[in-house]
């Protein structure tokens, strides 16, 4: 007799979404904030986040058997993981990312099939709207969230790179599409000899030159304004590329590419950061679902292995070429011309 076939991988990631909708409620709800001061009894977590009464006892008891809250005489308090990562009070929150998902991607995903069939994205785009950044940026809260968003979903990749890329051999670092500025500041911490700075879109000066600020590092990170299509980029011994190519076709990740090798000295690096796909493309199934991402949210836009950008790198000239796994699904590929 063959192995008993059972059904309950099929079924979790089906019904998935109920989990998953049910943390980013409470993400939107402040849950983990409210308990950020100590654990509450039923009736007052209720009254304080507005909730029905025929929900409340369901949900904060559907929030401990996820593992999100435990819960004692009663009252319900946050877990480590959840204390740490999604109360807003604290500098270790990380839950830009995931409000972005609750905003923006869960309703987009609803059109999943949709984009499948047609390989349009179901964004803003769909109805004649903006593109992404656009979209994004119309409005400063707006922004500031994508860009926040942006910081929490790469910091355990940035740290990496600050830790690994031999940064000592090199003096100035750019980071080209920098958001928030969460790896140049990585970089800029771990290495003290190092100055540079973020080159981005105009509109995101005061969200970079803010969160430089915090970190005190002003004297050495400067803001290069720009649109990376329309200008070169800025010089530099090392530049990098953090969910950057990703969002572009083909043509234009290779057009970028170039404008790196251009703009780096003989000896100079580029690094690339993405959830890069292995080879085999049957691995990393975060970045296979990102790269979905990509065609919900871009017209054009694809992730892709390394195999893949270390020939786009070799192509555009760049004389070695390799790939490093960072942290969880992301690496980077890194060429020196
Ligand atoms: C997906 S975010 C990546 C942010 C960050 N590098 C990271 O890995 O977390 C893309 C970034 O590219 C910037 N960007 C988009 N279009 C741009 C353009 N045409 N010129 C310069 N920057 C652009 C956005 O403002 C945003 O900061």
């Given at each position: 007799m063959g192995e008993q076939l059972k059904p309950d991988k099929i079924m979790q990631l089906g019904m998935g979404f109920w989990g998953s909708k049910t943390m980013l409620?409470?993400?939107?709800?402040?849950?983990?904030?409210?308990?950020?001061?100590?654990?509450?009894?039923?009736?007052?977590?209720?009254?304080?986040l507005g909730l029905h009464e025929r929900s409340a006892h369901d949900f904060f008891d559907a929030l401990v058997a996820l593992g999100l809250l435990d819960k004692?005489?009663?009252?319900?308090?946050?877990?480590?993981?959840?204390?740490?990562?999604?109360?807003?009070?604290?500098?270790?929150?990380?839950?830009g990312m995931l409000e972005m998902a609750n905003n923006r991607l869960y309703r987009f995903w609803g059109d999943l099939t949709a984009a499948l069939k047609t390989g349009l994205p179901q964004n803003e785009l769909k109805h004649g709207g903006p593109g992404l950044f656009e979209a994004v940026y119309e409005n400063p809260a707006k922004l500031e969230q994508f860009l926040r968003a942006m910081t929490g979903l790469s910091m355990a990749a940035n740290v990496e790179v600050a830790r690994q890329f031999p940064f000592d051999q090199y003096k100035t670092h750019i980071d080209i599409g920098g958001a928030q500025g969460g790896l140049p500041v990585q970089v800029a911490l771990a290495h003290p000899h190092i100055t540079g700075g973020n080159f981005d879109l105009p509109v995101v000066r005061p969200v970079f030159e803010a969160y430089a600020k915090s970190f005190n590092l002003l004297d050495r990170l400067k803001f290069h304004p720009g649109n990376f299509f329309e200008e070169e980029l800025p010089r530099a011994d090392v530049l990098s590329m953090g969910h950057i190519l990703h969002d572009w076709n083909l043509e234009e990740k290779k057009a970028l590419i170039r404008k790196a090798y251009n703009a780096l000295p003989d000896g100079g690096a580029l690094i690339v950061v993405e959830s890069i796909i292995d080879d085999d493309r049957s691995q990393n199934a975060f970045g296979l679902l990102m790269s979905l991402n990509m065609l919900i949210e871009t017209p054009g836009g694809f992730d892709f292995t390394g195999a893949a950008c270390r020939g786009w790198l070799e192509e555009?000239?760049?004389?070695?070429?390799?790939?490093?796994?960072?942290?969880?699904?992301?690496?980077?590929?890194?060429?020196?011309?």
């Open positions: 409620s409470a993400i939107e709800l402040e849950v983990f904030t409210h308990l950020g001061h100590g654990p509450l009894p039923l009736s007052t977590l209720r009254d304080r004692n005489d009663g009252h319900y308090a946050n877990t480590p993981e959840t204390a740490h990562f999604l109360d807003k009070a604290r500098p270790s929150y990380m839950g555009a000239g760049f004389r070695e070429t390799r790939v490093a796994h960072l942290a969880g699904p992301d690496s980077m590929v890194i060429g020196i011309k």
